[in-house]
């Protein structure tokens, strides 16, 4: 279990470059060598997208490589800055619980509507479900990261990278 919580962005992330990358190669083969496109490829291709942007973004959350200005917290005093990362952590958590709460507010609205895709004919909340989903476990990873920064705060430790 251990295992699947260190890698779980991997798990989708790669599969979802690779079948995207793959479902492009063939769109861009049928286009310029058969002059004969598929229908559904460029949707699909955008939808795996949309799912690994936020698949990426809780995977940058947990290896804690998001994108902060580190000139803006070397500004404070040396001691001051653990408290500073702890509070930028803080907002991000903030920000994920935000936009995951939203997310299932749009994801009701969309399963109610019925709207499907207009290619795939796929019901649109799947799509709808990957800010709610992602966002949700970018929040788990920004606590994760918030206890890690407590406990090294506590033992005096420098924060190691996850």
């Known amino acids: 279990m251990k295992w699947f919580m260190d890698h779980l962005e991997e798990f989708f992330m790669i599969p979802l470059i690779f079948a995207m990358s793959i479902i492009i190669f063939i769109q861009v083969v049928m286009r310029y060598a058969f002059q004969n496109s598929l229908t559904w490829s460029e949707e699909l291709a955008r939808y795996m997208f949309v799912w690994l942007v936020y698949f990426s973004?809780?995977?940058t959350a947990r290896r804690e490589k998001h994108i902060r200005i580190d000139a803006a917290i070397n500004l404070y005093p040396k001691k001051a800055r653990p408290y500073i990362e702890i509070l930028s952590e803080l907002i991000v958590l903030g920000f994920s619980i935000f936009i995951a709460v939203t997310g299932v507010t749009v994801f009701n609205k969309i399963a109610w509507s019925g709207q499907m895709?207009?290619?795939m004919r796929i019901p649109m909340q799947f799509v709808y479900a990957a800010p709610m989903i992602g966002m949700a476990l970018?929040?788990?990873?920004?606590i994760q990261c918030i206890f890690r920064r407590v406990?090294?705060?506590?033992?005096?430790?420098?924060?190691?990278e996850a």
Not at 151 to 160: D, F, M, Q, S, T
């Open 138 to 142: 970018t929040a788990i990873r920004q």
């Open 117 to 119: 895709s207009p290619a």
């Open 57 to 59: 973004v809780s995977y």
């Open 151 to 160: 406990k090294a705060l506590k033992n005096h430790e420098e924060v190691a």
